[in-house]
């Protein structure tokens, strides 16, 4: 069964910049869209993003933009998401999920597969 790793969270100071990955070991993942979520302490999981497997991306969190950056390479059959200049309130679990596709809006059921995530705290 596909099972998604997440990797490069971190303690970073706010302004400062982590980049997550998302493997799928022994699977490839071109075929899937990817999304990413977060779930900051005592709220919601919250949809950031999906990418298509030909590379197209949605945003679905007005809060990141200008500052997270999503993106696949295919061939080393992962998916990534830059995030520059950090904030205390981008704190959360990260996870990222494969699904058929991409819809306009994240609905969690959409996705099939998740990752365990991996912890982002940002703080001085």
């Known amino acids: 069964q596909l099972q998604l790793v997440e990797s490069g969270g971190g303690l970073v100071h706010p302004g400062g910049s982590l980049r997550l990955s998302c493997a799928a070991p022994?699977?490839?993942?071109?075929?899937?869209?990817i999304g990413w979520f977060r779930q900051a302490p005592g709220k919601e999981r919250e949809g950031i993003f999906c990418i298509t497997s030909a590379g197209g991306s949605i945003n679905y969190a007005d809060s990141v933009k200008g500052r997270f950056i999503l993106f696949r390479d295919n061939a080393k059959n992962m998916a990534f998401l830059q995030m520059n200049n950090l904030k205390p309130e981008d704190t959360g679990v990260y996870y990222c999920?494969?699904?058929?596709?991409?819809?306009?809006?994240?609905?969690?059921?959409?996705?099939?597969?998740w990752g365990r995530g991996t912890q982002v705290t940002v703080s001085s």
């Open positions: 999920a494969a699904a058929k596709g991409c819809n306009y809006y994240p609905y969690s059921t959409d996705f099939n597969y």
């Open positions: 022994g699977f490839a993942l071109d075929s899937y869209a």
